[in-house]
């Protein structure tokens, strides 16, 4: 396992300053439309599922290795936020791919 985050993650977008607002609006959004917010969530957790399976039994897995829900939650809380996160980078560099914006 020695020297496995040597190097970069080339494939993995990086995150930049200007997705900060287009993020924010999202949070903002899940946080303050109750049963919408509560959709949205369920929505994101069945894509990521379908998406990423094996990384969805990872996390699965790992959220029940914490016995407080309060845990749990902030675990799922911080997977989608980095998984939201890289989603918006990655559709943020297409459109700029597309209208030739470096």
Do not use: C
């Not at 977008?13 to 993020?23: A, L, N, W």
């Not at 675990?75 to 791919?97: C, P």
């Amino acid at each position: 396992m020695a020297g496995v985050w040597k190097g970069t993650m080339s494939k993995i977008p990086k995150v930049k300053r200007g997705i900060q607002h287009s993020f924010d609006k999202k949070v903002k959004d899940i946080k303050g439309d109750g049963l919408k917010g509560l959709e949205d969530l369920t929505e994101f957790w069945s894509s990521f599922k379908k998406e990423q399976p094996y990384l969805a039994k990872i996390v699965i897995r790992e959220m029940k290795s914490f016995k407080s829900q309060k845990i749990q939650a902030a675990f799922a809380h911080g997977v989608w936020i980095t998984y939201a996160a890289l989603k918006s980078q990655e559709e943020a560099d297409e459109m700029n791919r597309d209208w030739g914006i470096k």
